[in-house]
C-alpha cells in the first residue's frame, strides 16, 4: 500500500484523437446496440462495442485507418479513416440475408425483456452446464501453472519524461501506443515470476499449489515490505473464474455474468457467430442493466456443440461503477480443448490502470497466468494434498538464474517486462528516487531510516493530555542493516505538566534469522515500560499518544502511570496458526483524579496508592489464508473471506513477584468478512470474555473500550465514556456493513459524488458478580464517581450498551463520516445520545 501511495501521487496529461458516432439499421433506420467496432488490422484489445443506444466511440491507433463494424444478421461494413482528428462517423449496415436464415436476431425493436429472449435462454444453457465445464467437475487435475504480474507508473507525459531528474535515465522508459491502457510512456517499477505445480482433488475438496520457482523486483526493506506487497498486488489482481458467481476484483465482488441471478442484473445479446472455429461459437454481449452496479461488461464466446462451454471471455467495468482510483480494466479468459471436448482455462490476462484522477500519471498494472500440462483423473498421494493450500517447494534463499526462466517460461516477456529487473535495481542507486522513497515514507509511516537504526514514529512527537500537559516523544529503533537477529527498541517522553519523564525499551532475539517485522515471527522479546495510559484503552493501528488522538470530549482526567515488565514468546507457522506466552509484572499508580480506594468495616475510605498484579498469559490465533501488509508500526490486514479465530488465557499470580490477586480470565473472538455480491460487504466480529475469580477490584475486570476522540474507531464504542462499564463476563458484537454504493448509485444527484453508504452496530451484553461488585463488596475498590459524588461507573446490569451509526463513505475517496445513535444507558451522567465521527478508508 506504501508503494502504491508512492505511485498515485505522480501525474501528467496525454490525449488521443477518437473516432465516434451511432450505428442503425439501414432500411429501418432503428439504432443497434452492442456492434462490434474493431480497427482492421489492430492488436486485440484495441476494439470496443457500441452501447445498448447504439452509440460508439474508439481511439483509433497511429499506423491505422480503417474501422470494421460487425454484427449477427448484418454484413460487415468497412470505413477508411482518413484523417487523424476526432470526428464524428455515423454508419448504417444491410441485414444479411444468408445469416438471417440461420439465426434469429432479436432488433432492438421494442423494450428490453428476458422474456422469449434467446440470449437469456443462451445463458441459461450455460449456468446449466456449468459444473461439466470447470475444473471442479472432475476428480483429479493436476497442471503447470506460470504466473508474471508487472506494474508500471502509465501515462506519463512527454514533458514528465525530459525532467532534468530523468535526463540520463531515458532507458528506463517504455513507449507504447497511446491508444492502450497505460498511455505513452511508461516507467516500469515491479515485476513478479512464479512457477507452480497445482494439484486439484473434488473430494475431499482440495486445491495445493507447489511453488517451483519465484523471482521478483524487490525493493529495500527499508522502504517497502516486498513480501506485504506481493499479497496486496495479488489481492488486486486475483484469479477469475468465469463459472464462480461471484468474480473478486481489486478487494470488491463483481456479479458474474455466469451467476444464477445474472439475467436479472444483466442484458445479454448475441451478438455474432464464429463459424472459422470447430465447434461453432456464439458471440454473447452482456451489459449491466443499471450501469453504476459493480458488474462486468463483455463477451463470452460460447461453444455451439451443446456443451454450452465458454471459449473465451472478455472482461472490463463501466467508468460509471462506484469503483475507486481504477482508470481501466480489461481481462481476457481463453480455454483449450483437450481430446475429450473437456476445455481447460488455457491463460488469464487481466490489466488495470490506476490513477488518483481520470487524467495524467498513474499506475498500469497486469497478471498473466498461463497453464500448461494437464493431466486428468489422476489421483496423488493424501500427503501431496496435505498441508497449507500454497507451499515453497525450492531452497530458501534460492537463486533462479535468466537461463532457467528463458527456458521455463510458457510465455516470453513483453518489451517493457525484459529488463524490468535491472532498471529497478538500477532506479534504487538514483539518489533523487531514493529521497523520495525515504521523505515518503516518513510522511506515510512515520519513521526515518538511518541504516541500522530508524527514528520515529514522527506522529508521536508530540501530542498533549489532563495529566502530562505538553508531552514530547523522541524513540527509535534498530533495523536488520544492524542485525538480523536482535533487535532493540527505545524512546522517551517528557511532559512539562506533570514534569515526569516516560521511556521504554526493549530487546528481541529472533530464533528464525529473520526481521521480526516479518512473517512467520519467531522471536523472545524482554521489555520495560514506565508511561501513562487511560484505563481500558487498547487500540488497534494507531499509538495512543498520536497527536490528533489528543483532542477528545467530555472528562479525560483519570489516567495511569504504569510499570510494566514484560517476556513475551511469539511462534507463527506457516499455515498462519501462531501461538504466544506472555508473562507480565504491572504496577498500576493513579494519576489525575483517579483513585482507588474501599471502604472498612466502619464506611471510611482507605487509599490504595497502587496495584500490582503478575500474570501469565497464553495466547492462541488461526487466520487461514491471511494476507496483510507490514507497515512500519503494524500488520495492515488484506481483509479476504477467510474467518479469524483467536483465543487468549490469563492467569493472575497472586504472591508472585508483588501480585495481589489470584484470577482467571478467558477472552476469545471471531471475525468473518461475510460478502453479499451486489449488497456489499460486511465485517463481523463478536467477542466474549468470561474472568473467575472472587474479590477483584476493577482495573483487573474488563473495562469496555470507550472512545472520547471525534474520530470513529472501529473496535471501540464511539458513544461511550472512559471508564463507564466493567464486567467480568461478556459477549459482544460489533458488524460494520459497507453497501458500496447500492443505494446511493440509484440517486441520480449523488452517484457522480460515487458516494457510499455505512452502516454499524455494536452491543455489549454482560454483567458483574456480587462478590467483584462494590456496591455488594466493599472491600473491592469503588467505582469512579464525579465531583458532584455521583458514580460514573456501571455495570451492564439492567440491559445491553447499544449504539449504531449510519454514515457515508467514499467522500473525496478518502474520508467516511458517521451519525452515531447510542440507545441505552441514556440517563448516565455526562454521555451524549448523538455524535458525528469521521474516519479516514483507503479503499477501492
Partial sequence: ML????????AAHGQVATISGTITDKVTKETLPYVSVSVVGGVVGTGTSANEDGKYEIKLPTGYTKLRFSYIGYLSFDVDITSRENQTINVELDVDPAMMEEVVVVGRR??????DNPAVQLIR?????????????QEYVQYEQYEKISLALSNLSDKFRNRRIFRNYQFLFEEQDTTAIGGKNMLPAYMHEKLSQVYFRKNP????????????????E?????????DYFNRLYEDIDIYDSNISLVTNLFLSPTAATSPTFYKFFI????????????????VPRNRTDMLFSGKLYITHDGKYAV???????????????????ESTLTYRADGEGRYYLDRSELAMEFALTNRGGGMYGKRTVDYNSYRVGVAQPDSIYAGPAEEIAYEEGKRFEEDFWTAARHIPLENRELNIYKNVDTLQTIPSFRRFMDITTLLLAGYKSFGPVEVGPVNTFYSFNPVEGFRLRVGGRTTPDFSKRFYAETYAAYGFRDEKWKYFLSGTYSFNNKSIYNFPQHYLRVSYQKDTKIPGQELQFVQEDNFLLSFKRGDNHRWLYNDIYRVEYQHELNNHFSYGVDFTKWRQLPAGILSYQHADGAGNLINHPELNTTEVTVRLRYAPYEQFYQSKLYRVPIENKYPIFSLNYTAGLKGVLDGEYDYHKVAGGIFKRVYLSQLGYADVNVEGTYIFGNGLPFPVLTIHRANQTYAYQLNSYNLMNFLEFVSDHHAGVNVQYYMNGFLFNKIPLLKRLKLREVFSFKGIWGGLRDENNPAYNGQVFRFQQNEDGVPISYTLHREPYIEASAGVANIFKLFRVDLVKRFTYLDNPDVPEWGVRARFKFDF
Fill in 271 to 286: 451478438t455474432d457467430t464464429i463459424k472459422t472455429e470447430q465447434p461453432w461459437l456464439i458471440e454473447l454481449s452482456f
Fill in 311 to 329: 471459449k473465451r471471455a472478455e472482461l472490463s467495468v463501466s467508468d460509471e461503477i462506484n469503483l475507486n482510483f481504477v482508470r481501466g480494466m
Fill in 205 to 220: 475438496y482440495k486445491k495445493k499449489q507447489y511453488v517451483t520457482a519465484e523471482k521478483r523486483a524487490e525493493f529495500d
Fill in 110 to 115: 421494442g423494450r428490453y425483456r428476458n422474456r
Fill in 125 to 137: 444453457k450455460v449456468i446449466e452446464h456449468k459444473a461439466e465445464n470447470r475444473m471442479d467437475g
Fill in 3 to 10: 508503494l502504491m501511495g508512492m505511485l498515485l501521487v505522480l
Fill in 222 to 230: 527499508k522502504f517497502i515490505d516486498n513480501e506485504g506487497l506481493n
